[in-house]
């Protein structure tokens, strides 16, 4: 896997947009980035996946720098149900996940 | 709902037992992924299996086998048990091998006495 950086930690008011940024700058041109987070103790949830172009889908937005080095997970309108740690993943080849220490966001009211 | 369905919820056995943790992924799916996630750690990969056969190995113990049958359910199995292997066990399922998101189940919670 592209090896990711992502800040521990991070708060977000809620209803405002939380931006979760995360470096891959070794990433190589067939690399999806994929996101996901765990909310305490449940399992991962999927939440939106990308090679270069933007994507937008019920959850989230994913913006994908033109060089393809970082990303940024954007969560339009944060509630409280959001507050979990969010994984930025680039698998590469078989699609063995491997999570790191993610970003912890916290959304405060 | 994910759709993943791991059976046990939760798990309590004593160290130097066997256990069996089994998994049903989503209808359709090949795929078949085994995470551990200790108290507080991160979430380990264990193993993948891809319509039968094993894709790939993460970082399983040699006490620590699984196998995916030709029904596409999963079985973990974890033996000589202890008290470190206390953790909870993810499954997650996709359609292909690679390039595809995973759906996880909501976990076996072992704990070893």
């Known amino acids: 896997d592209a090896k990711t950086t992502q800040p521990p930690s991070m708060d977000c008011a809620e209803g405002r947009a939380a931006n979760l940024p995360c470096n891959h700058s070794?990433?190589?041109?067939?690399?999806?980035v994929y996101w996901y987070r765990q909310i305490h103790s449940q399992g991962p949830q999927y939440i939106i996946h990308g090679l270069k172009n933007n994507e937008t889908n019920e959850m989230a937005s994913l913006i994908i720098t033109e060089d393809r080095k970082s990303s940024t997970l954007i969560l339009p309108h944060a509630t409280l149900r959001d507050t979990a740690v969010y994984y930025c993943?680039?698998?590469?080849?078989?699609?063995?996940?491997?999570f790191g220490t993610g970003t912890r966001l916290t959304v405060i009211p | 709902d994910s759709g993943v369905t791991q059976t046990p919820k939760h798990l309590i056995t004593a160290t130097g037992q066997r256990v069996t943790l089994r998994c049903s992924p989503r209808s359709g799916d090949l795929s078949v992924y085994w995470y551990q996630q200790s108290l507080d750690q991160g979430l380990q990969f264990l193993i993948q299996?891809?319509?039968?056969?094993?894709?790939a190995k993460g970082n399983i113990l040699e006490r620590f086998s699984a196998q995916q049958f030709p029904d596409l359910h999963s079985e973990l199995n974890l033996s000589s048990l202890e008290l470190g292997d206390s953790a909870l066990y993810f499954c997650a399922s996709s359609p292909q091998d690679r390039n595809t998101e995973a759906f996880f189940g909501q976990g076996t919670r072992l704990t070893v006495v």
């Open positions: 993943i680039a698998p590469t080849g078989a699609n063995n996940l491997f």
């Open positions: 299996y891809y319509n039968g056969e094993e894709r």
């Open positions: 070794t990433i190589s041109g067939n690399e999806y």
